[in-house]
């Protein structure tokens, strides 16, 4: 597979597009074809052996990508081949495949893109747990935010506007500052141009901010809690200036206010549940259309490198992402049939509606590896979800507990159980095959069944299909096998894929 190499630390001009040896996934880990990879800053230091975490060299960098579940290790009960999914990965991202823990790997959303699958985690994840977890932002407040245009800057931007805050941006260019406003920041500072502390005292009426988001640190970081408001709160957030800034303890006295740690890494492996609370408003917040990410560029692979240097001479404005592969499926596995229906006018094959109807078994099996058409849609409704629940005891709250899957499922709603989704198929069969002589039909099992998209209930999906095969068995009859995809309406992923198995008798 390619992947970019750093052969020892070095800036982003060192690193090489190389051919790496495949991947096998340990105990706990998925295996992930890569199909986008976010640029974040620490990606900068890690290549540089300057960041908390030092892989030995040679490896790839790159820590949050988005693709589909190649294989699984040993104990992973949570994710299957085939899962769109994204991930923190440390490093390892900018390549055609990574090594993920299988905990800090999530199901995408439906109707989630790769490219904004892989861009949020970091960002969103950081800047919503500063203002919420640590300053408790309240709407009204007057928030000041440091490099403002950069990765966690503009999602703390987006996510203070929000939450009901007036936000004042501060970036090094006017070119920056625009994107800020077109976020919703009320006031603009080019903290090169302009005096930090004496711009936000005119634009405070003299009271100062009552919270100060600072990813940068460094010479910025004096002005910037001169001018905080009595009681404020100063997120430590980064250092991106280079400078680690020392501070006279006796401005914090005179302000009566907190410095608070930022440590979101931390936060996510120290208190899990709180970390996917967030996650879930910030991907309720990304469906409904109220956070987008702000993507600077999309660099093929063998750009990453150049899509480093950019981050590090702060050219980057919102995100910038490293698109591997714009299409990522799974090797022999039929994740999407996109097939028409054979029309006939035969008197041994007729067609009816969506569906076909055989004269015979001779009839059928002249039709081999022929599509048998569409079906109709049929919406799975939470009433179905329930009484299927009902039958297997399967009442997990994913499925069954509207208000919790509301609170705290990814996808904001309760899903239809795979397997109920997998049951529709003889509905759908009926609808697409039926043979005339046949004094005899089971279904007698299935194959190689992948549940890919999960089916939020209230949605609809619809069955198309291929008749791959029709074999005489010796005790009387054939069997057959169906190549059936489950669509799901709205997603250019299948709910489910499977081969139906049944046996036909005259
Ligand atoms: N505490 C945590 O949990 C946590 C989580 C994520 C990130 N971080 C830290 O937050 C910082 C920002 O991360 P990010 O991903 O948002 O990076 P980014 O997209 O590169 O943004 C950083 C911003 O800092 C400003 N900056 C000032 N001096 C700079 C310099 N010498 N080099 C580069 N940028 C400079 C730039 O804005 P202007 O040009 O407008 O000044 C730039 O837009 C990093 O230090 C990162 O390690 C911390």
Partial sequence: MKAIVCKKYGGPNTLVLDDAPSLT????????????????????????GKYQFKPAPPFTPGGEVAGVVLAIGEGVKHHKVGDAVFALTSWGGFAEEVLAPAHQTFPIPPGMDFVTASSM?????????????????????????LGAAGGVGLAAVQLAVLMGATVIAAASSDEKLAVCRTHGAAHTVNYLTENLKEKVKELTN??????????????????????MAWKGRYLVVGFAGGEIPKIPLNLMLLKGCAVMGVFWGQFATLEPQQSMKNFVDIVRWIAAGKLRQHI??????????????????RRVVGKAIVQVATEVTMPAQPVALKVEAVETTDDDVRKVGNGLIFKNLAALKSFQGKSIGT????????????????????????????????????FGQTIAHGFLTLCLSPVFMYELLRVESAKLSLNYGTN???????????????????????????????????????????????????????????
């Avoid at 003299?206 to 001018?227: L, M, Q, T």
């Avoid at 489910?496 to 046996?503: K, R, T």
């Fill in 25 to 48: 996934p340990a105990k706990g880990q998925v295996l992930i074809a890569v199909s986008a990879c976010g640029v974040n800053f620490p990606d900068t230091l890690i290549i540089e």
């Fill in 121 to 145: 985690m970091y960002t969103y994840g950081t800047s919503y747990h500063a203002l919420k977890d640590r300053a408790a932002l309240q709407p009204g407040e007057t928030i000041l935010v």
């Fill in 206 to 227: 003299g009271k100062g901010v009552d919270v100060v988001y600072d990813p940068v640190g460094d010479v910025f970081a004096e002005p910037a809690i001169r001018s």
């Fill in 296 to 313: 600077h560029k999309i660099y093929e692979l063998a750009d990453a490198p150049q899509a480093l240097q950019d981050l590090a001479d």
């Fill in 375 to 410: 079906s109709n849609w049929q919406e799975v409704t939470q009433g179905m979800i329930n009484d299927f629940a009902k039958a297997t005891l399967d009442f997990q709250w994913i499925h069954t507990d509207e208000a919790r899957a509301k609170a705290e499922s990814p």
């Fill in 448 to 506: 190689k069944v992948r549940f890919i998209t999960p089916v939020p209930s209230g949605s609809k999906v619809r069955m198309s299909a291929i008749l791959k095969s029709v074999d005489d068995m010796e005790s009387g009859g054939v069997r057959t096998i169906v190549e059936a995809t489950i669509e799901l309406h709205g997603s250019d992923r299948p709910a489910c894929v499977a081969e139906l198995i049944s046996v036909i008798r005259e």
